[in-house]
């Protein structure tokens, strides 16, 4: 899971996906040991490029496939490891898409919110309003929800080509 950017320096890449349906909801995840909600994503294998590690991971973590139309960030965090974090925007292909309902090694659930029910979950840190039998909830970062927020507000996804052309080097 561990590249080297043209320095030589290991790097990680993950990529995220803020996907929203026709109707205007949100696709999110409850993160596994009690972490809280998330946009789906996770890291990028060293073969893959961005845009197909992403739509795996969503698919893995959400059990619907996505088609992603724009890029919304990308972080640089410095510590360890040098790590890339993308997020994309994204809709689900075909039909709105039914979420998986059962936990696995990659996520205890998926649904889709409206965008109230992902402000209802940032006001409940340490309980969740939205089931989950009364496990921890909250967002597991704040980010997540902004970049939910962004878009409700009508904000706009970069269009992909804003990443560089040779992708696996970033």
Partial sequence: QIMKDLSGEELVRTGFAVIQDSIGRYLVVK???????MIPGGT???????????????????????VLTGLLCVERIEGERR???FTFFGRPLGQ???????????????????????????????????GSQGREGGWRRASA???????????RPRDLKALPRDRALI
């Fill in 83 to 85: 790590k890339r974090r």
């Fill in 31 to 37: 993160e596994r040991k009690n972490k809280g909600w």
């Fill in 44 to 66: 990028i294998e060293p073969y893959e490029s961005l845009e197909e590690g992403v739509v795996r991971e969503v698919l893995e973590e959400t059990g619907v496939s996505v």
């Fill in 96 to 130: 709105d898409g039914v979420v998986k309902s059962w936990p696995d090694e990659h996520s205890e659930e998926a649904r889709w919110l409206s965008f109230q029910e992902a402000v209802e979950i940032g006001r409940h840190k340490g309980k969740d309003p939205i």
């Fill in 145 to 155: 929800f902004s970049l939910i927020a962004f878009i409700e507000g009508g904000g």
